[in-house]
């Protein structure tokens, strides 16, 4: 299929920040300090080494208003529409301008997305025809006079896309305790990894520091209903909390720190 990605090669995801909050470390502070009836009227009077102090600091609270004067914009590309139905449900601190497919077509072909449990060279196979097919009765439709916003009915969610995305710093910081979870669909930890990078690199390491999933703010799996899934993160506590320990099966690896980390107790 001519444009198409073909068996085995990955298009990796592509996350710009392209614009923030002029100077968001001392504008985060400022607001601090206004709590502290400590009004600043010029983000200058403010030392750079404190700002960062103050605003590290609310890491270690639930009360992080602060972080909603800070913006962020991003430039989201080679991703599956399956990721951008699930971007989207973040309704609150967010907004959206994605690739149209009213607009723009996909005759040549489109880049897909193959999921990493699909393995196998038959597996693979399996896929790729599907997709070839598909981009088969795209093109013919719209060759036979079929508007494109009607064409596009038949193009799978692993279609590649684009979008941008603009966060309140926030929101942002909600939406990293999830999709960084190993709760979330496999897509997620790769691109909010690039988004916290992209953060880190472009605006500042602090506000790297507040991308983490839930549990390592809490201390605890946040996750335990019955639709959750199972952690690879909580497995290897279990491993290093419980050792060789002789009462393991006993316990069924539900001593004191597994209890807290469970939510059962403290």
Same mark, same amino acid.
């Given at each position: 299929?001519?444009?198409?990605?073909?068996?085995?090669?990955?298009?990796?995801?592509?996350?710009?920040?392209?614009? $923030?909050?002029?100077?968001?470390?001392?504008?985060?502070?400022?607001?601090?300090?206004?709590?502290?009836?400590?009004?600043?009227?010029?983000?200058?009077?403010?030392?750079?080494?404190?700002?960062?102090?103050?605003?590290?600091?609310?890491?270690?609270?639930?009360?992080?208003?602060? *972080?909603?004067?800070?913006?962020? *914009?991003?430039?989201?590309?080679?991703?599956?529409?399956?990721?951008?139905?699930?971007?989207?449900?973040?309704?609150?601190?967010?907004?959206?301008?994605?690739?149209? *497919?009213?607009?723009?077509?996909?005759?040549?072909?489109?880049?897909?997305?193959?999921?990493?449990?699909?393995?196998?060279?038959?597996?693979?196979?399996?896929?790729?025809?599907?997709?070839?097919?598909?981009?088969?009765?795209?093109?013919?439709?719209?060759?036979?006079?079929?508007?494109?916003?009607?064409?596009?009915?038949? *193009?799978?969610?692993?279609?590649?896309?684009?979008?941008?995305?603009?966060?309140?710093?926030?929101?942002?910081?909600? &939406?990293?305790?999830?999709?960084? &979870?190993?709760?979330?669909?496999?897509? $997620?930890?790769?691109?909010?990894?690039?988004?916290?990078?992209?953060?880190?690199?472009?605006?500042?390491?602090?506000?790297? +520091?507040?991308?983490?999933?839930?549990?390592?703010?809490?201390?605890? &799996? +946040?996750?335990?209903?019955?639709?959750?899934?199972?952690?690879?993160?909580?497995?290897?506590?279990?491993?290093?909390?419980?050792?060789?320990?002789?009462?393991?099966? +006993?316990?069924?690896?539900? &001593?004191?720190?597994?209890?807290?980390?469970?939510?059962?107790?403290?």
């Amino acid at each position: 299929m001519k444009g198409a990605m073909k068996v085995g090669q990955v298009k990796e995801p592509k996350v710009t920040l392209i614009s $923030w909050t002029n100077n968001p470390i001392k504008a985060i502070a400022s607001q601090l300090l206004n709590m502290q009836g400590k009004m600043v009227h010029d983000l200058n009077e403010i030392d750079e080494a404190y700002a960062i102090e103050l605003v590290r600091d609310l890491k270690r609270t639930a009360l992080a208003g602060g *972080l909603e004067v800070v913006d962020v *914009l991003f430039q989201i590309e080679n991703v599956p529409r399956a990721l951008t139905h699930q971007l989207v449900r973040t309704r609150v601190g967010a907004t959206y301008h994605q690739e149209s *497919l009213r607009f723009t077509t996909r005759e040549d072909g489109f880049d897909y997305d193959m999921g990493a449990t699909i393995k196998t060279a038959e597996q693979a196979e399996m896929f790729a025809d599907a997709m070839d097919d598909l981009a088969d009765v795209y093109a013919a439709l719209v060759k036979s006079g079929v508007s494109m916003e009607d064409a596009r009915g038949v *193009l799978p969610i692993a279609t590649l896309t684009k979008v941008g995305v603009k966060y309140n710093f926030k929101t942002l910081v909600h &939406c990293g305790h999830v999709r960084l &979870c190993y709760q979330s669909q496999g897509h $997620w930890r790769p691109i909010f990894n690039k988004i916290k990078q992209e953060i880190e690199t472009k605006i500042h390491p602090v506000l790297g +520091e507040f991308l983490a999933p839930i549990c390592d703010f809490t201390g605890r &799996c +946040e996750y335990k209903g019955i639709f959750d899934r199972k952690c690879p993160k909580e497995q290897k506590l279990i491993a290093d909390t419980c050792g060789d320990c002789r009462y393991c099966g +006993e316990c069924q690896g539900m &001593c004191a720190a597994l209890k807290k980390f469970h939510r059962l107790e403290g």
